[in-house]
């Protein structure tokens, strides 16, 4: 794997920086609880023991490091603040490790071995992956920090430290042991939802209903759960169809046993509802009956107690629902028809929820005896989340669940039960992974993979051997990352011919650009983000140095070229300033120098043994979307060169340059191989293609998402999942139409109830933006998300036209946030991406007030200088750890985001002696 430009890899013989820190008196003098930082490095892999030291005056991660004692080393390719080596004095006479015989630290270390970091602020029970940098974290009084060689993921769901944070904070505490904080361990784990599926088709009778033992006639309640894990699993299939219109033909039999004229029975007639829905039928027509106004047409208006009311408990009830589940499908379905739902039939199962946040399986009513579980309440948060307006039932239940999971990622069956049931465990997992909880619902689902049976079937409970219909569909959803909120088989709708076009019609290149004001027209048809002040903001001179590059760190004059880019990317996607899009093009496209002297060809490595397809792609789609050539852009035939870079065969350790066949070179994420396959197929390339897009294809997860890194960690991540879905939109094909279909869903159901989508920073803008432009792909089924992630990137969005990197964490506009933010906006897959710079000019050098006399394009063929660090995180004002979701470098970096450090090495010695001098001491 490689981040970053081609830094210093020409100097391979070079030898990397090594930055040592005077050692402190015993690893923790003078820190306490709450004064000084503490920091662990966990040696465990080498030989050794967990190694402490601390900081009495803290300022960043990378200076604790070095305070507490001890000593690191960068990588040749990307310098010091890649921390590839660690070493403590007291262990091996300080020998540095993983020892250069291991790994020769020349180009980034891949994800499965390298030294991650994890932080807890002042009583944390548990660690956090570090979103941020070492250096651009901020360490305050009674933080601590864990250094852990292995490997994670995108969200540090993986390789945490095997002890806690009070195992090292306390000064004179005891050497860590293994141990844990609550949450669950198990493994995350792949179900096997093509065998289930398989399974459960196997037990159809004729192919269209599932029929008991030792009965005659259909169970239609099993047949239809069938159909949904079918729908799931496999998307539109004969077996499918068959099974559909089998209940098509018998909705009079099961949703009306009382006779058509009578009221349905509410549960049934909702199940098929959800049926039609997920199927492309319309619920208002299956099988002769309008299903939607059956229930909206029987709602109580009163219980018992105001007279007689057949099948009714309370008011909001669906007529013979009785069963919370009922109640719940009713309303969902609904939903998904499009028809909002009586308002008292949503607050009604609002009422159901115990006073632990629990839900109760049965229609009770107010003062009754409320006992929840854990399968009803996913179920009724699931819909309550979709319905919106619940927040707190919604908050409350999922503490609920988080707070029943086992250890090993089950859920029970029932209050006081200690053995894990399937159907919860699949209910609950539906429902946190709805609500952005991946590690649970990862541990649900690992649980869930590790009791599928022989077959592909499941049992009831854990200790079951036999399986059984009724558990294993929701387990097959749950394993596919969808629910009956998102489980559909309608795939997604091709590119349209001609020029793409902005929400409100216009094309992308127009002057005008998609939103004119503050709330204009977005793909989901609501309101989104003002465009015009994001597009400002990325054009001002205190982002966009000299009019033509992007820094990650203000005023280092270093260019960032992967960010770069991706501002350019934003700029054609709104059409809004062509004459700035133009600077940053020419200064690419002319080999432009940056303030140390570093070009383009520093980023892609062209002209070097480590050529990174990923940059190369991302480049060559620049050009392919402003109508430049990109068989003759930045001075190289780039589609050329990314032919050569299509990995023929893995390539053999200790060389990392090939994964797999038909990966490019030093590709380290599913994005790079993304930017890669889009470049090619945008050259009309499609056979050269090939290799790739069946290597991309094939890192797709059974659920529908994609991993953030290759190799893969086996993580899903959103900003992966919604580029390589543009890329074989863009490729087509039966096999890519299902993938991305697949992938749409996944993404829907990663929506958090504010709109926001989960990223490594938090409820991310980035991931957002990503979002956005991936359900755009199918803005018709998907509006209602679309409109709702436009409404988070307004709510992001700052004074100044910017915006923050996520909800949570430090405010402040940061531009890699902004530009995925103003360009994912858009909804323009980077497939169509495209902006017409006819008109414009070359742009004039840079005024005194925009950096200085430094000429605005310098031609390239001097020494080079030391590049950009693959631009990772955040940059501009902002200060950061947003991570950079259309660079490759910056995707591949979310997995170890945390170690690059992003102020120069001067900056941050100015910083220590700052505080230095504040303290009164000198060192």
Known sequence: ?????????????????????????????????????????DFGPFGGKVERGCDPAPTTGYNLLHQAGFT????????????????????????????????????TPPATAYWSYWVAAPGDKDWTYSSRGAMTRTVKDGDVDAWVFGGTDIGGTKGKPAFSPDDVRVPGGHTPDPGGSGTPTGAPGELDTAAAAAWLAGRLTDDERIVDDGATTANYELTADTAYALAAANGRNATLDKVTGFLAAHVADYAYPNGAGQAPDATAAARLALLAETTERDPHAFGGHDLIDAL?????????????????????DFRTAFQTEGQALSVLALLRAGQTPPAASVDRLARLQCKDGGITSILIRPGEYCDGDPATTGLVALVLHRAGGHDDTVDAARTYLTESQSADGAFPGYTGSTTGSVTATAYAAQALRALGDTRRADAAVGWLSRHQLDGGGFGFEETDTDPVVHPTSPAVLAGAGTSLVTVTTKPSVPPTSGPPTE????????????????????????????????????TAPAQLQQGRYYTDAPGSGTASFGLTIDGAYALAATGLDNARLRGI??????????????????WTGIGTAHVLGGSVGKAAVLAEAVGRDPRNFTGHDLIATLAKAVCTAPSKAPDRSCPAKGAYTYAPSVFSQSLGVLAQLRAGEKTAAQQPIAYLESLQHPSGAWPSLIPSTGDSEVDSTAMAAMTLDLAGGDTAKQAVRKALAWLASRQLPDGGFPGASGDSVNSTGLAVQGLSL????YAPQITRALAFLAAQQNADGGFNVAKEGQRGSDVRASAQAVGGATGISFGTLKADLTGTSPQPGPTSDQGGGTPDIITAGETGGTGDTGGASAAGGGGGGALASTGVQATALAAVAALLVLAGWRTAVAARRRADAHTGSER
């Open 296 to 316: 909206a047409s029987h709602v109580c208006t009163a219980g018992p107690e105001s007279g007689p009311a057949p099948g009714c408990t309370a008011a909001g």
């Open 1 to 41: 794997m490689s981040l970053g430009s081609a830094l210093l890899v020409v100097l391979a013989t070079c030898v990397a920086f090594l930055t040592t820190a005077p050692a402190a008196a015993d690893g923790a003098d003078g820190c306490t609880a709450t004064h000084g930082a503490v920091v662990a490095v």
């Open 778 to 781: 199918d803005k018709d089924t």
């Open 503 to 538: 929400p409100g019609g216009t094309p992308s290149g127009s002057p005008t650009g998609p939103t004119s004001s503050p709330g204009g027209p977005a793909p989901g048809g609501g309101t989104g983000p003002d465009l015009k002040k994001g597009v400002a903001y990325l």
């Open 585 to 602: 093009v020419d200064f690419l496209d002319s080999r432009g120098k940056d303030a140390t002297g570093s070009t383009i060809d520093t």
């Open 72 to 107: 690191t080393t960068g990588t040749q390719h990307d310098g010091p603040g890649f921390l590839c080596r660690i070493g403590y004095g007291a262990f091996h006479s300080g020998t540095e490790y993983p020892t250069p015989a291991a790994e020769d630290c020349v180009l």
